[in-house]
């Protein structure tokens, strides 16, 4: 369980309603409330972790990678592209302290380098 109040989990719990896009036993996806692409899905674990870069969540990390396969596929966009962002931290914009990856695509994306 979080210490503080997690919008993430309040989503989990039916408490804040959202478009599911994907469930499975440990993994849930669902659209974001303020797409950045034509398609914009936050993948999460279901119980509460924070900081992707902790060994300790290395099993569902590795989950939730295998998941955008089968999320892009449902969104149709596995053959055209999308992108797969974790951010991490004040200067990312970071605002939920839940893991999370985002998957955007559905349209050509901005280069990042
Ligand atoms: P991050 O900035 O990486 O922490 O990502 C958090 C994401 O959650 C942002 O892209 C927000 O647009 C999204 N978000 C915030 N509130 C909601 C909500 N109620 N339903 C869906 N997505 C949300
Ligand atoms: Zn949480």
Known sequence: ???KECLFCEIIEGKIPC???FENEKIFAFND?????KKHVL???KKHMENAGD???IKILGELMLST???AK???IFNSGYRIINNQGKDSGQIVDHIHLHLIGGEPLKEIN
């Not at 409330?33 to 692409?37: D, W």
């Open 1 to 3: 369980m979080p210490t």
């Open 19 to 21: 478009t599911k896009i």
């Open 33 to 37: 409330i303020k797409p950045v692409a």
């Open 43 to 45: 993948i999460i674990p």
């Open 55 to 57: 060994r300790k969540h």
């Open 69 to 71: 396969n089968i999320i």
């Open 74 to 76: 449902k969104l149709d």
